[in-house]
């Protein structure tokens, strides 16, 4: 796992390379995406061991939802 150079850098990466991670990063873009869309504006919890579950729940229901819709 490596991380992109920029753009100007005086050391570009391979371009193979550079496409590899453009495609890994995008697909955990895509992922990321999805399962934020499924979070509430806000979760109301006051302390961690509230939260914890709450956010394990939202990562859950993204899971099935992932795996039983095409």
Request: charge should be positive.
């Amino acid at each position: 796992m490596q991380v992109a150079r920029k753009r100007n850098s005086t050391r570009p990466d391979f371009p193979a390379l550079a496409y590899i991670q453009q495609t890994t990063r995008h697909a955990i873009e895509t992922v990321f995406s999805q399962i934020t869309l499924r979070f509430p504006k806000s979760i109301h919890a006051v302390t961690m061991d509230g939260f914890l579950p709450k956010l394990t729940a939202f990562i859950f229901v993204q899971t099935l939802e992932a795996a039983f819709m095409p």
